[in-house]
């Protein structure tokens, strides 16, 4: 199965560091707004995403069905769960079911591959959260939170991070992450 591969970086950045949107001159005309994981149970999913890592539920709806030509009632063929961190338009995380495939493959953990996609999701306190991410059900950890140094941009220093990565219920690699210094194209700002 391909997955859309996205580098995501959701829930919260490093405490040294805030979001915020480029300069004005630098702006693309595009932003990633969202990115949806085709999942097997929705409800076996929102433990991990909803509950241990504290994602927000923007939307939860069944979609499909309408009428039949006879005007009978189709049943819903799909469920979509949107859910957000700390922006309303950016960073988003779907989930969609199809309520029509009543027996879908199980997960297969592997090193993820060209074609699959990798989750990665900022969490400024990976050390409350980690504990609640392992016990959700159908989490099968990968790494346990290790610090690893990324090169700087240019090779200029180092990027800290504390790298913690999971499969998901539905097999998805999702890295949770806490950087530990300035994430990659920021640049520090000195307090006064």
Known sequence: MRRIGVWMAGCALASASIAEPVPEAER???????????????????PLYRDALGLTVVYDERLGGGKQADGSVKPH???????????????????????DDPDPAPPENKRPMAGDSIVVINAKDLDQRWENVKAVP??????EPTRIEY??????????????????PDGFFIEINQILGAPAGTETKKED
Not at 138 to 143: D, R
């Open 138 to 143: 159908g989490v099968a950890v990968h790494t």
């Open 151 to 168: 090169p700087g941009p240019g090779g200029k220093g180092v990027i800290p991070v504390m790298f913690s990565a999971v499969f998901d």
């Open 28 to 46: 693309s005309p595009v932003d990633v707004r969202r990115t949806t994981l085709l999942v097997r149970d929705i409800e076996k999913s929102l």
């Open 77 to 99: 063929t799909t469920r979509l769960v949107l859910m957000r961190a700390n922006d309303t338009f950016i960073g988003a995380l779907g989930l969609m079911q199809r309520l």
